[in-house]
């Protein structure tokens, strides 16, 4: 079982619908979480990160984190094509050091 | 602020020979990862310097690859010599905080 699971996609959206893009991790120990965006060569852009249980929101994106069911997800709302990329969730334990554990990410395209 | 860079962004080489790879981290932060992905795989951590010291080590893959961070700045990644399974797009990260980690490009290298 990986440590970090995403379904690789591709999830296709209309443009102005919600994504969500959902992450399951196995290490009860995790307590940081993160969204990284990949376009196509890119480097992983940070857009979200989370600690405690619920939902934190910025802008159009909403980050949700269920700790007791190891669940992770970003809301994306009113998509654009602009949005279509490879969505990354990575999860830190700091009883592991500092390393970020990956999942394989999600390739989202929003259709106009 | 200037964001991670990196350099070479490809680089081509064959078996046996040796590489070097640079990270310069956003300025500021002494904390600095090297993460690795191969071809259809997840992004693996490698290692983390704090200032420069190596903080973090249990990733690297084998006594063929060196991290160094001289005056607690830049960090150079050596591979010597290369396999052909060493092939994938090595990035770096710095933060300040060792939490929210920011990717630089990536260095895209093959070994043929």
């Known amino acids: 079982q990986k440590e970090v699971e995403q379904n690789s996609g591709p999830l296709s959206v209309p443009e102005g619908a919600i994504a969500s893009l959902n992450c399951t991790y196995s290490d009860r120990g995790s307590q940081s979480f993160f969204w990284y965006r990949q376009y196509s060569g890119k480097s992983p852009e940070l857009i979200m990160f989370i600690y405690s249980n619920g939902d934190k929101e910025d802008g159009r994106f909403t980050a949700q984190l269920n700790k007791a069911s190891q669940y992770v997800s970003l809301l994306i709302r009113d998509s654009q094509p602009s949005d279509s990329a490879t969505y990354l969730c990575a999860v830190l334990a700091y009883n592991a050091g500092n390393m970020l554990t990956f999942g394989g990410g999600t390739r989202l395209m929003v259709k106009p | 602020e200037a964001g991670v860079t990196q350099f070479p962004s490809h680089s081509v080489i064959e078996k046996g020979q040796t590489v070097t790879l640079r990270c310069d981290p956003i300025s500021g932060h002494d904390n600095l990862y090297w993460y690795r992905r191969v071809m259809g795989k997840e992004i693996k951590f490698l290692l983390h310097f704090v200032k420069e010291s190596k903080q973090d080590e249990s990733g690297m893959p084998n006594n063929r690859f060196l991290a160094e961070r001289t005056g607690g700045t830049y960090s150079t990644l050596k591979v010597q010599p290369a396999e052909l399974e060493d092939s994938g797009v090595y990035f770096c990260?710095?933060?300040?905080?060792?939490?929210?980690?920011?990717f630089g490009p990536g260095t895209r290298l093959t070994v043929t």
């Open positions: 990260a710095s933060s300040r905080n060792s939490y929210e980690q920011y």
